[in-house]
Every structure is written in C-alpha cells, then in structure tokens.
C-alpha cells in the first residue's frame, strides 16, 4: 500500500557529511510526521529525528546541532542531512512515516523504509 524508499547511505570519514533521502508513494491521503531512526549492531533502534505538523522538528540529544531534518510535503519526502559524522553515527538508518491510508477516514498507520547503511570510520 505505502512504500518508503531511502537512498544516500554510504562509508564516510569522522568529521565528514552525508544527506539521506526519503521518498513515501502508494494509497496516501496524507502523513503525519516523518522522520529517521537508526540501529547499531547489537543496540535497539531509536529515534535520529522526526518532523511533525507544522514543522515542528525532534531531535536526538547526540545529533543536536549535528543533523537537521527537512520535510518536502508536497513531494512527500523527508531529507536528512548529518554533518560532522562521529564513529558512533555508524547504524541502519531506517526512514519512518505515520500515515493516513487512501481516504480522510482511512486508518493511520507507520511504515517503515528498507533501511540504509552510513558507516562513519575514524
């Protein structure tokens, strides 16, 4: 019904900068918020950054100031860009979208990306 593809992961050095892309398609009537989580070996996935209504944004307190997300409505993507990349930033990330399905009474429901590889080397 609802498909999120991510693209932009990849191998970068400490201190350098990668952009991840977000694009939701299929039975959308609309999105509530969108935003990344990431998951390291061996740890539970947790939240990197969200968007919600009226562009309120969240962080998490080891990306702030590090990582901005941005949201494209009309597009229905969601963008991240993380700049000074630590060892520690290395993880899946996964594109999360809470979504109204087909119709204005359709049911809201969270889809999940396929996830994408940052690897940050020291």
């Known amino acids: 019904q609802v498909q999120l593809v991510e693209s932009g992961g990849g191998l970068v050095q400490a201190g350098g900068s990668l952009r991840l892309s977000c694009a939701a398609s299929g039975s959308i009537f609309s999105i509530n918020d969108m935003g990344w989580y990431r998951q390291a070996p061996g740890k539970q996935r947790e939240l990197v950054a969200n968007i919600i209504g009226g562009g309120i944004t969240n962080y998490a307190d080891s990306v702030k100031g590090r990582f901005t997300i941005s949201r494209d409505n009309a597009k229905r993507t969601v963008d991240l860009q993380m700049n000074s990349l630590k060892p520690e930033d290395t993880a899946v990330y996964y594109c999360?979208?809470?979504?109204?399905?087909?119709?204005?009474?359709?049911?809201?429901?969270?889809?999940w990306g396929q996830g994408t590889q940052v690897t940050v080397s020291s």
């Open positions: 999360n979208a809470h979504v109204r399905v087909r119709t204005v009474d359709g049911p809201l429901q969270r889809y």
